[in-house]
């Protein structure tokens, strides 16, 4: 009887504290849900009893209406669908093109004197500047749409391939070299899995700026795309749509990042405990 005595409670000590540590591993998921109900549930009140004038800011409830009409018509799917379309394949073509031109630069001290004036002009013009040139070449058609993604993310991409190149401790370089490594095996075993992090991380924040250029594009010359879709509703005074297709891109956004993380702990599983 003592030993099943002193048994229980060090039993129900183990269970409490694994109940703790479950607790404090859903703390911050917690706090992170309660806050945005607070926000939507304030936003709510101070439009619906007038505090805020729905003609400037329609409340959440509004929002949510307009956005389950526009789903049952397939019109929110469809912008979505073709905005992220235009965004990933001119991201993409502009990655292509910029990774590994931006490595080359990055280890060649030659190459980047014979680019870097040319990137100077470049990359201070931003993706709008494009637009009016684009349209005298291309039209207004789909090839425009991802040229002016390409235009407004190609410079960055390459500037944060340099960096991320050109930052490689030389010192491991030497010592690769010094144990016989040629040229292409310092590239492939040295250069490139201590790039490749920053070099990720960099193509995530262009990816961002790939969004503004389509938006952009979309507002001036488009009949279709979230883009569209905003600057349409906000002619026809359609705030509650305006909002729609804000959430519309967060939305598309959040889950292209998401699908970008799922690569990334592929391709640097390092980076991961």
Do not use: H
């Amino acid at each position: 009887m003592n030993k099943e005595r002193r048994g229980t409670p060090s039993f129900g000590r183990f269970r409490l504290k694994e109940v703790q540590g479950v607790l404090a591993q859903q703390k911050y998921p917690l706090i992170s849900f309660v806050s945005i109900c607070v926000f939507f549930l304030g936003w709510e009140f101070l439009t619906t009893y007038g505090w805020i004038s729905q003609v400037f800011l329609p409340s959440p409830s509004k929002i949510f209406s307009e956005a389950v009409k526009l789903l049952k018509d397939g019109t929110l799917t469809a912008d979505v669908l073709i905005s992220g379309k235009r965004v990933l394949g001119g991201f993409a073509l502009a990655s292509l093109v910029g990774v590994p031109l931006g490595i080359l630069l990055g280890t060649s001290r030659f190459l980047r004197a014979v680019f870097d004036p040319i990137i100077s002009i470049i990359r201070p013009l931003p993706a709008l500047s494009w637009i009016p040139l684009s349209m005298l070449w291309l039209g207004i058609g789909e090839t425009q749409k991802y040229s002016i993604v390409f235009m407004g993310t190609f410079c960055s991409v390459l500037i944060y391939v340099i960096e991320a190149t050109y930052k490689i401790d030389p010192i491991m370089i030497r010592a690769a070299e010094n144990l016989g490594a040629s040229k292409l095996q310092v590239m492939k075993e040295v250069i490139l899995p201590g790039a490749l992090p920053s070099i990720i991380s960099g193509l995530k924040v262009v990816l961002a700026i790939a969004w503004t250029c389509i938006i952009s594009t979309e507002m001036v010359g488009a009949s279709e795309g979230l883009g569209f879709r905003i600057w349409n509703a906000k002619d026809w005074g359609n705030t509650p749509q305006v909002l729609v297709g804000m959430l519309g891109i967060s939305l598309t956004v959040l889950a292209i990042d998401i699908g970008f993380g799922a690569i990334e702990k592929r391709l640097i599983p390092w980076q991961r405990t």
